[in-house]
């Protein structure tokens, strides 16, 4: 077998934000080798490594469980190992930070306000009082394990946040991915914190802002479906706001 | 050291995507249903006025002008009703034991209610 004498190479438009030397962002090309089982990933670790090693990025992984390498490909946030070089060959690949976040270098975004919002759902089985060690576990059917799982499978990518128009508009709207993992925990029948998540979840900033763009579901990669979370949440919502209405319902 | 530099959306967002743009049709299709239900309730005001004032209101909406709005309006109430009912599983998840009920057997009964409240219409107003 020869070796080729052209090798096949594909354009990167890399998004560069150095804040010790410019204000604003530009776009630097790199052209990389083609390789049809290299994903977006490849090329900038190839980047990196060979051809421009101030570039920054965050990845781990590189099998889609660790959630860090999300990035804008030509405009729709992907996880960029799981972004095939040869869906877009042989056009130029745009890669960009995840839009809806504050950027603190390059690649990098800023998630701070995620966190704390994540943080704010309380993501964990609350227990009004925990039993002792002794006793056991706390038991699950098969039955009451489906009803949370898919909600369950959030490996915190961020994703949905870039897709989300109305996480990109209001500033306080806990967003997608917070939601159904609010959701994952109320939904969980070993779970009694639902009281506690109720602010979060169903107040002012929680569901109601969602105007069910389902774009969130869309670019999720692991198909937790967040928007299928918050319409669930919103007629939970809904049906214990009319349940006060009615005369004999409790007013709190 | 600088803050972080922020990236505003802009206002032309919702053009930037097939999807979004999708959404903010659905979303101005109320705008064209709640049109529509105010024409309907001067149809039923002139109802109550007389025979003439209902004739009158009835030569108009039968002008170009009000059979184009009309014909909008029915193209945006289908576009509400189709993306609604679609989306009925997501909002909805009924399971059966360990397995949910598939998405389609929760959209069906939808169609099956409009088809039957339609025909009843249609019934009632060519009778």
Known sequence: MGTPTTQRTIKLEVFRYRPEEEDEPTFQTYEVPYREDWVVLDALNHIKDTVDGTLSYRWSCRMGVCGSCGMMVNGYPKLTCAAFLRDYYPNAIRVEPLVNFPVERDLVINMDDFMRKLKAVKPWIIRKKEQPLAEGEYRQTP???????QFSMCINCMLCYSACPVVGREEGFIGPAVLALGQ??????????????????????GIWECTFVGECSTVCPKDVD???????????GAMEYMKTLLPWGQRS | MKPPLNRNMGSTWWLSRGAYFLIMLRELSAVFIAAYLVFFLICLYK????????GAYLRFLWSPGMILFHLVALAFALLHMVTWFNATPKAVRVWRGEERVPPALMIGPNYAVWAVITAFIIWVVLK
């Open chain 1, 143 to 149: 039955a009451e394990l489906a009803q949370y799982k």
């Open chain 2, 47 to 54: 109802v109550g006025q007389g025979p003439e004032a209902y």
């Open chain 1, 184 to 205: 994952r925990y109320n939904l969980d029948s070993r779970d009694q914190g639902r009281a506690q998540r109720q602010e979060t979840i169903f107040g002012h900033e």
């Open chain 1, 226 to 236: 967040p928007a299928g979370a918050i319409q669930m949440a919103k007629v939970q």
